[in-house]
């Protein structure tokens, strides 16, 4: 047993309370957060980790990033979405074939210095599983499946389930095998529904990438635009698989991540409400497109969490650089309100949206803590703001109660 001191513990509850000068006991598991005093008495032989000075808090989830993408800086173009697609596309085979090893660690361990244990990795090549697997992260390991053309429909399923046996053979409590659905523009429809399936026999998590951008919008509602001509080159005829409604449709009884759906503010009362979120991305969407409405997406109750998508289409995995991007990009919101917000929508939120006993600090719950530096402040309401603003990397990081090395 282990009795860790805070000068603050901010639970991720639903009311959002802040302890301060308590202690939380755990094991793998959190047995009991009160008083320290309280703590010692009942379990006379913990360990303890006195961070008196410190804030401790739920250990972070980055819902949505792509480590395989992680050695690109400046070879991709940005400022409009298929101009982006176009370049990754030019790239790919650069992608696939170079060793992508050490920039795929560098970028695991850049997350468990920020305090994040838990990671959605879309794995397009399966370069990142075996990384994931040997390293101390908790991964949703997600294979991607994708491929519009219908002749080759085949290889790309059997190439698919490939990497994701693969995956399958690597599943532990830190590493769990998930499906992504690249996209309703890349992603024919046959693939889709075998791949939804599968995620269904099998009991596991769908993400898909969805109205990422106008241009997507416009091909799915009517066939045409950026999409249509870009198809056009390949075949005359081509349409899209689907309508916005029907994408969705497909994924009913599945618990999916919807990433992105930065134009999906039609289509949201369709999202179910205990299965469905959306993961937003605030740097890849400015660099790739728009900006998500959050306000809206936040009063039609759906669950939101922030990401930071890949080095394909952000400067930065750190997720505290994602924070302070998203409360810029939304200066709409109220300050502190969002903060509070911000802090949820990488714990409390995405470990809904993953169906995972983490993200809030409470009796029973997987022992997954961060601790991060603390400071004064004359009022409680602005932690998480100042948190925000000033927070690069943890101080301590607990994974199942055992201390993470970074
Ligand atoms: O989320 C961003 C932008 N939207 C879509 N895809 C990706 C992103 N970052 C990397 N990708 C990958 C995606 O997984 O790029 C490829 C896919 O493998 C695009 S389709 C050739
Ligand atoms: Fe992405």
Not at 351 to 368: H, R, S, V, Y
Request: charged share 20%; with cysteine.
């Amino acid at each position: 047993m282990k009795i860790l001191k805070a000068k603050f513990i901010i639970l991720c509850n639903d009311n959002f309370d802040i302890l301060q000068n308590h202690a939380i006991a755990f094991n793998h598991k959190i047995e009991k957060i009160a008083k320290f005093d309280e703590l010692i008495t009942e379990f006379k032989e913990a360990q303890i980790l006195d961070f008196s000075d410190s804030i401790a808090m739920p250990a972070l989830i980055n819902s949505h990033i792509h480590l395989e993408y992680s050695s690109n800086k400046t070879t991709f173009s940005y400022g409009d979405f298929l101009l982006w697609l176009k370049s990754v596309i030019a790239n790919g085979a650069k992608f696939k074939n170079s060793d992508k090893n050490s920039a795929i660690n560098q970028a695991i361990y850049e997350q468990l210095r920020a305090g994040v244990s838990t990671i959605g990795e879309i794995s397009s090549f399966g370069l990142s599983a075996n990384l994931c697997a040997n390293s101390p992260i908790r991964t949703i390991y997600f294979s991607e499946i994708l491929g519009s053309n219908s002749a080759i429909l085949e290889e790309q399923w059997s190439g698919f389930l490939k990497r994701f046996n693969t995956a399958n053979e690597l599943k532990s409590d830190l590493f769990i095998p998930a499906i992504s659905v690249h996209s309703p523009y890349s992603t024919h429809i046959e693939l889709a529904k075998s791949a939804i399936n599968l995620a269904k026999k099998s009991d596991m998590i769908l993400s898909t990438h969805f109205m990422e951008s106008l241009d997507e919008k416009r091909w799915l509602e009517y066939g045409s635009g950026g999409f249509g001509e870009f198809f056009k080159e390949f075949n005359k005829n081509s349409k899209p698989f689907y309508s916005p409604s029907s994408f969705i449709e497909l994924f009913s009884g599945v618990r999916t991540l919807f990433i992105h759906s930065i134009f999906a503010k039609n289509y949201l009362n369709l999202m179910d409400k205990s299965l469905h979120s959306i993961a937003t991305c605030p740097v890849s969407n400015r660099l790739l497109s728009a900006r998500f409405d959050l306000a809206n997406a936040l009063k039609n109750g759906i669950n939101i969490s922030i990401a930071t998508d890949g080095l394909s289409s952000n400067i930065s995995l750190n997720i505290w650089d994602e924070l302070r991007a998203a409360m810029m990009a939304h200066s709409y919101m109220d300050l502190n309100e969002f903060a509070k917000f911000a802090i949820k929508s990488i714990t409390s939120n995405p470990a809904k949206a993953l169906n995972l006993n983490l993200g809030e600090l409470k009796a029973g719950n997987i022992a997954d803590i961060a601790i991060f530096d603390g400071f004064n402040i004359s009022d409680i309401n602005q932690l998480c703001t100042q948190m925000i603003l000033h927070t690069k990397n943890a101080k301590s990081l607990y994974i199942k109660g055992e201390k993470c090395e970074f």
